[in-house]
């Protein structure tokens, strides 16, 4: 049997990626903690029902990517797809929008879905995300898309288009779907299978699909058949980014995968991501969603972005921090006799918040120096047997190629000096 090796489209996250990984999520913190959001972290898996009503059943996400299983007290369970309707369930199951309106949170995590993987596209990836729930005026689709192009701007990410649409509300969704019916039915020999079958429960998704794109082409607008609300609301939230001198392209074919969407939709585009991978994020409204799922109507809107897909471009445009080394220092003992000794050094060193690795193995000390320049150490410390007997250490820095034997309670000053000595 060949060794085992991670399931097709995941991915493992190793130490000299670390830097960069939690630089990212740091900066998505610290930009929309800046707007008053808080962390919330919800179930990475739901009821099944959860995102069939709310994602919708005739997406594909639901129809045909979802890692649904029977847990052993025969409840179908799934592995969350998307972040939005487990954190719209927990804010509204635990009442907290009766005290806050709207309640802002951030969340970071792993999405599951069974899809094609290729670059940019996985089964496990990851996202950054936000939403503001409680409140349904255009000031707040602003202070969302807004905040998503203030946190490109964080990550030195250049290069990425806004594209803007509005869905509309739902009488201006069911105008909406008469009219693509309209157009559709005459060419349904035409539609890939997926679609024929989609037609009549979602005309939307037809919109959506990449092998019928060709045919889509000429299909009506959501614009022609927007209420005269629907269409002051939209003209409000682009008022309001023409404000906030956020860019856009309105595009009145974005229609985004999930059903749940109500009035503003947006996403981020990048053009180096290929394809039907080109979206960095997206998100919107989503007014009707909270009903569906069988809570009081609570409006709502958010944005999500994929993590991989950020460093890949933040990778290739030379933003994301390198790898960082594992310490600052390596504390050696000569033989296995000086171990006690080199391990009270450590100490000394880690208490006084030097990055410390100690290595009192049994190797030969020329190999515990190449693993110390390896590890990125700037400074090794090293216990033989003299300095056991004396009570010293030799401070050895490793940049500068120069060493000096100290007394223990000098050692953390030394380190202290050969490191500075090295950042200067
Ligand atoms: P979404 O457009 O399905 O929206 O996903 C958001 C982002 O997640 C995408 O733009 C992409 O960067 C990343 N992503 C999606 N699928 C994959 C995949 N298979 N592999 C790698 N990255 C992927 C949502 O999920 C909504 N919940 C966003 C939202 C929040 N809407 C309102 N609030």
Redesign the pocket.
Known sequence: MPPPSAPK?THDLLPDASAAWRWLHGVHAEVTELHGYRLVDTPMFEHTELFERGVGTGTD?VDK?MYTFTDRGGRSLTLR?????GVLRAVLEHRLTEEVRPLRAHYAGP?F?A?R?QK????Q???V???AIGERAPALDVEVVEMGRRFLDALGITGVGLQLNTLGDLDDRLRYREALLGYYRPLVDRLCDDCRRRLEINPLRVLDCKRDQGLSVEAPLITDSLSEASTAYFAAVQEGLVAARVPFSLNPRLV???D??AHTAF??WHSSLQGA?N????????DGLAEALGFPATP???????????LLIAGEQGTAPAAEPACDAVVCSIDPAQAPAAAEVARLLRAAGVRTVLDASDRKIDRKLRTANRLGARVCVIVGEEEAREGAATVKDLGRRTEERHAAERVVDAVHGALRGNAA
Do not use: C, W
Not at 120 to 123: E, F, K, L, P, Q
Not at 279 to 286: A, D, I, V
Not at 300 to 310: K, P
């Open positions: 489209g996400v990517e797809p998307e972040g939005t309707v999405m879905r899809d993987p940019g596209r996985y089964r990836f990851h996202q995300g936000v939403e985004r995968g999930l749940y969407y996403e981020y991978q979206s960095l994020g997206g998100g919107g409204r989503y709502g809107i958010g944005y999500a972005f994929g993590v991989e897909r950020l």
